[in-house]
C-alpha cells in the first residue's frame, strides 16, 4: 500500500519540492496551502508525471477554524507522513511592521504548526506509527535582525519539535524521515 503524506504549505517553495519528491516515490498526497490554483496545477503536474493520486485541501492555516475543519476532513484518512511545511515571514525593522501581519506570522508559524502536530501526534500514537515533519529553518539557530519575529517563531518550532520528538520516544511516531 502506498503511503500518504500530507503537506501543508505545499503550493510553492519547499513544500512543492515535498510534494514531488514523494510523488516520485509513489506516494499518496494530501496537499494544503491557501491558493488552491496552484494546489491544482500541482496536482497536474505530479499526475502526468508520476500517475501520482492528490488530494487537494485548500486552507488558511492562520484561522484556527480551517484548521479544525481540515482535521475533522481528515480524521478517518490514513496518514503515514505529515509534513508541516506552511508558514512565511517578513523582512524589516520589528518595531515598523504591521502588527496584524505579524499576529498572522505567529498565528501560523506557532499557533497552527503546534496545533496540527499535536493532533497528528495523538492519531498517530494511537495508531503506533507514523512520521511528523515540522520544517523550522537556519533562522532558528541565532537572533535575525529585520527577520526577528520570523526567527522567533521558527526558534519555537525547532524547540517544540525536539521537545515532541523526546515524548514520542517509542510510541512508533518519529520525526525523521528516514527509510520512507
Excluded at 514523494?22 to 496545477?41: E, K, Q, S
Excluded at 499535536?118 to 537556519?138: D, F, P
Aim: charged letters at 25%; a positive charge; glycine letters at 8%.
Amino acid at each position: 500500500m502506498a503511503k500518504t503524506v500530507w503537506i501543508t504549505g505545499a503550493s510553492s517553495g519547499i513544500g512543492r519540492e515535498f510534494a514531488r519528491r514523494y510523488a516520485a516515490m509513489g506516494c499518496r498526497l494530501i496537499l494544503t496551502a491557501r491558493r488552491a490554483d496552484r494546489l491544482t496545477a500541482l496536482a497536474e503536474e505530479l499526475n502526468d508525471a508520476h500517475g501520482t493520486v492528490c488530494r487537494i485541501l485548500p486552507a488558511d492555516l492562520a484561522d484556527r477554524a480551517d484548521c479544525d475543519r481540515l482535521c475533522a476532513e481528515l480524521a478517518g484518512e490514513r496518514i503515514d507522513i505529515f509534513i508541516n511545511n506552511a508558514g512565511f515571514g517578513a523582512f524589516g525593522p520589528a518595531s515598523d511592521m504591521d502588527e496584524a501581519m505579524l499576529k498572522k506570522m505567529i498565528r501560523l508559524n506557532v499557533m497552527a504548526l503546534t496545533s496540527l502536530s499535536l493532533r497528528m501526534a495523538r492519531r498517530m500514537k494511537r495508531e503506533g506509527r507514523g512520521r511528523i515533519m515540522n520544517v523550522a529553518s537556519t533562522a532558528a539557530f541565532q537572533p535575525c535582525p529585520y527577520l526577528g519575529v520570523y526567527g522567533a517563531t521558527k526558534s519555537y518550532v525547532l524547540s517544540f519539535t525536539e521537545s515532541l520528538a523526546e515524548e514520542l520516544k517509542g510510541s512508533g511516531v518519529t520525526r525523521s524521515e528516514e527509510h520512507t
